[in-house]
């Protein structure tokens, strides 16, 4: 299975951008999925993850009440809505998928990663 993330961009501060997130190759509509990011000279964090059938869903603190994180299954897709953007938020962004329905915290527990795209809001 292969994911492809898009949407990323340049944005102002304030600003809002939608990612999205589509496999191919097979179904993942039995795992959980995630969103991640990874700002230069910083860790790969999680940003938001949701379980199989939307029913659970995990935001980081930061991004609690800016973003959203929903998922189509019946097209193999997943999306991270970015609301209210700060420079912080500025990170290569990574859709991954994890071994599991539930939700994982852990990027270990995620066996299937996208190629990233990039995320720039200027201040």
């Known amino acids: 299975v292969q994911l492809q993330a898009s949407g990323g961009g340049l944005v102002q501060a304030g600003g809002s951008l939608r990612l999205s997130c589509a496999a191919s190759?097979?179904?993942?509509?039995?795992?959980?999925m995630g969103w991640f990011r990874q700002a230069p000279g910083k860790e790969r964090e999680l940003v938001a993850a949701?379980?199989?059938?939307?029913?659970?869903?995990y935001y980081a603190d930061d991004v609690k009440g800016r973003f959203s994180i929903s998922r189509d299954n019946a097209q193999n897709s997943m999306y991270l809505q970015m609301n209210s953007l700060k420079p912080e938020d500025t990170a290569v962004y990574y859709c991954?998928?994890?071994?599991?329905?539930?939700?994982?915290?852990?990027?270990?527990?995620?066996?299937?990663w996208g190629q990233g795209t990039q995320v720039t809001v200027s201040s």
């Open positions: 190759g097979g179904s993942l509509s039995s795992n959980a």
């Open positions: 991954a998928a994890a071994r599991s329905s539930w939700v994982r915290l852990n990027d270990r527990d995620y066996g299937y």
């Open positions: 949701i379980s199989r059938n939307s029913g659970n869903t």
